[in-house]
């Protein structure tokens, strides 16, 4: 069995639909429970609904960008598994860089993965569970504590939590970023270089226009246009640096 055939077996796609559906249920029981509880604290059914069908909105929009990456994310590691790392545990902007540095350790390429023998493919889920596995060890372990020392941080410093807040994301950023456009391996990497700065330019540009018109509700469209349009921008900067090449 090769990388190819097994990344979209019927027993991956068995155990990645049980995956699903266990998730599905447990978050549609923990809905019930919060119900039942608001309706014991005297919230009144109306605003309950107005709660969730918010909730579904701002939870739908913003998950077009996923769906595209799922599209990009399958193409290399097969349906079954893009669709459980996205849909459970991941994130678009770094399941392909955990996979390619697995590749690249040993020794491969994306574009003769496919060929590869299977045990390649399991390496990459091996690999890629045990990272994603210590954020939901550390929730489990310490996030109420995590979550009641940042409000209270926030309460008291005031703006500073906000931008305590913004500095983490950005060390996560900078240790992530120098990886799409460079590597010690093959070198500077100018077609990732110029999608990394057309896609930040997009972003601005749509923060930039929701907050001059008032239209906040183009934030929740900001990833989603962000990735279309950059990987549109990926195959232009591919062509023109490939006639300077």
């Known amino acids: 069995m090769t990388f190819k055939e097994l990344s979209n077996s019927t027993w991956l796609w068995i155990l990645v639909i049980a995956g699903l559906l266990y998730v599905a249920g447990l978050a549609a029981a923990f809905m019930v429970k919060a119900r039942k509880r608001c309706l014991e ?63 690249q350790a040993m020794g491969l390429n994306f574009a003769s993965a ?33 979550t009641t020392s940042m409000a209270d941080y926030n309460k008291k410093s005031g703006g500073w939590g906000a931008v305590f ?14 990886l799409q456009v460079y590597n010690p391996a093959s070198g500077w990497n100018f077609v990732g270089t110029l999608t990394l700065l057309t896609s930040a330019g997009i972003g601005l540009l749509i923060a930039t226009i929701s907050k001059k018109t008032g239209a906040k509700w183009l934030n929740d469209f900001n990833l989603a246009i962000v990735l279309i349009l950059g990987m549109a921008s990926s195959v232009l900067w591919t062509n023109v640096v490939g006639m300077f090449a």
Request: aromatic share 8%.
């Open 41 to 103: 604290l005297g919230i009144e059914n109306t605003t309950i609904k107005k709660v969730i069908s918010s909730s579904c909105t701002f939870s739908i929009v913003p998950s077009l960008s996923i769906v595209i990456g799922l599209i990009s994310l399958a193409a290399v590691l097969g349906t079954p598994w893009a669709w459980f790392r996205l849909s459970v545990v991941g994130a678009v902007s770094y399941e392909l860089m955990a996979a390619d540095m697995v590749i």
């Open 114 to 146: 496919g060929t590869q023998p299977a045990n390649v493919f399991g390496a990459v889920m091996i690999v890629m569970s045990i990272g994603i596995m210590f954020g939901i060890i550390t929730n489990i372990i310490a996030a109420k504590k995590i």
């Open 165 to 178: 807040s913004g500095c983490f994301m950005m060390a996560m950023m900078s240790v992530m970023m120098p």
